[in-house]
């Protein structure tokens, strides 16, 4: 498995980790505009490492994003793909 306990950087996103386990601050890094997104936080502490994978998913995605010149394509395509409802215990 890989080590993605550091931060992580792709493009111009970079999600660092935090004094919480389970917690990372997403920032975008563009010159001029540099901000901060949010917060991610981890659902399970027994599924750390899967949240870190999501975590570098999620950084990827993005500057793959902020990368494609046509984004009007790229939302076009996600508007097409399949969504998963979620259905929460005594909520739907």
Do not use: W
Not at 1 to 12: I, V
Not at 13 to 20: E, G, K, P, R
Not at 81 to 91: K, M, S
Request: net charge negative.
């Amino acid at each position: 498995m890989a080590d993605l306990s550091g931060d992580l950087c792709a493009g111009y996103y970079m999600a660092t980790s935090t004094v919480h386990t389970g917690r990372r601050n997403l920032f975008s890094l563009e010159p001029g505009g540099e901000h901060h997104i949010g917060t991610l936080v981890s659902g399970s502490m027994t599924q750390l490492h899967r949240f870190d994978m999501d975590c570098d998913k999620i950084v990827r995605g993005l500057a793959l994003l902020a990368a494609e010149a046509d984004l009007t394509t790229v939302l076009e395509a996600m508007a097409t793909l399949p969504r998963q409802r979620v259905v929460v215990a005594g909520r739907s």
